[in-house]
């Protein structure tokens, strides 16, 4: 069984940054992990996935302002989000996949989910 605890959501004005951080307790050797975001009346999207070796991928719109990261040591992974935009309002939650050390793009593979932390971004 594995627990994600998302921190370092906040209020922020356009053009700040924030740094999430997504604390895993339990087995996450091996899985694929990622960052997803849902705002208000939307779907929830993908933000940014990582593999277990650290290759990354990254949705259109945050492509050079944001940064998935993992600590393997901490079992810890990160999303430094630079140049915020009030469109990157969103709850931003993470999860681990258990179907291998891949990137994985569709939100049905993955298997354990974080609580989600706000990030609001003022104009």
């Known amino acids: 069984q594995v627990q994600l605890v998302e921190s370092g959501g906040g209020l922020v004005q356009a053009g700040g940054s924030l740094r999430l951080s997504c604390a895993a307790s339990g087995r996450t050797f091996g899985y694929g992990m990622g960052w997803f975001r849902q705002a208000p009346g939307k779907e929830r999207e993908l933000v940014a996935a990582i593999s277990w070796i650290s290759n990354t991928y990254y949705t259109d719109s945050v492509k050079g302002r944001f940064t998935i990261s993992r600590h393997i040591a901490k079992n810890t992974m990160y999303l430094q989000m630079n140049s915020l935009k009030p469109e990157d309002t969103a709850v931003y939650y993470c999860?681990?996949?258990?179907?291998?050390?891949?990137?994985?793009?569709?939100?049905?593979?993955?298997?354990?989910w974080g609580q989600g932390t706000q990030v609001t971004v003022s104009s």
């Open positions: 999860a681990a996949s258990t179907r291998g050390p891949t990137m994985k793009m569709n939100l049905d593979d993955y298997d354990y």
